[in-house]
T-cell receptor
Framework: GAGVSQTPSNKVTEKGKYVELRCDPI?????LYWYRQSLGQGPEFLIY????????DSGLPNDRFFAVRPEGSVSTLKIQRTERGDSAVYLC???????????FGPGTRLTVL | SQQGEEDPQALSIQEGENATMNCSYK?????LQWYRQNSGRGLVHLIL?????REKHSGRLRVTLDTSKKSSSLLITASRAADTASYFC????????????FGGGTRVLVKP
């Protein structure tokens, strides 16, 4: 089937606005992960879901960031009151089970002006 | 902080040559995964090697893992211009749940 998909591919917003980024994992994958990658660096972990619940949200930088996965499939990463420092590529990955290969989507490039 | 550190940070080789990059990490792992990334977008999964494995092959790729030295290497044999990309190692650390911790990557340029 299809790989991990993410929408939108690019998002430009103004400082202070609210944004939602969507991730559609590979069908049947129970684990879903969000990462953030700044230019020239490796991805950094944000949050991980096992099924519908957030199993580890230790990477979320502050309470402006929140993610949900209400039905155990699609996930939405929500960022309130965006700041210029939030500009990055936001990557989503899924795996069949934990500690299996993680397959990444193409990412959403977020630019906060 | 990043668990894995790749070495070198950048590598430039001629087509047909082999490319070797190394990854060091700090804590005990469940597995280590290597990824390729073109143009700063999606990561392509290359190989997963588990902590009880020492070597894996996939096509022109060979990955080794030395848990006593907490290091891994990725060898690309007979490189092609299409192998030009950034390569990242990522560790699934036992103490860190199931998230991956990435290094800063090795930027490989294969000249035709």
């Amino acid at each position: 089937g299809a790989g991990v998909s993410q929408t939108p591919s690019n998002k430009v917003t103004e400082k202070g606005k609210y944004v939602e980024l969507r991730c559609d994992p590979i069908s049947g994958h129970t684990a879903l992960y969000w990462y953030r990658q700044s230019l020239g660096q490796g991805p950094e972990f944000l949050i991980y879901f096992q099924g519908t619940g957030a199993a580890d949200d230790s990477g979320l930088p502050n309470d402006r960031f929140f993610a949900v996965r209400p039905e155990g499939s699609v996930s939405t990463l929500k960022i309130q009151r965006t700041e210029r420092g939030d500009s990055a590529v936001y990557l989503c990955a899924s795996s069949l089970r934990t500690s299996d290969e993680q397959f990444f989507g193409p990412g959403t490039r977020l630019t906060v002006l | 902080s990043q668990q894995g550190e790749e070495d070198p940070q950048a590598l430039s080789i001629q087509e047909g040559e082999n490319a070797t990059m190394n990854c060091s990490y700090k804590t005990s792992i469940n597995n280590l995964q290597w990824y390729r990334q073109n143009s700063g977008r999606g990561l392509v999964h290359l190989i997963l090697i588990r902590s009880n494995e020492r070597e894996k092959h996939s096509g022109r790729l060979r990955v080794t893992l030395d848990t006593s030295k907490k290091s891994s290497s990725l060898l690309i044999t007979a490189s092609r211009a299409a192998d030009t990309a950034s390569y990242f190692c990522a560790t699934d650390a036992k103490a860190a749940g199931n998230k991956l911790t990435f290094g800063g990557g090795t930027r490989v340029l294969v000249k035709p």
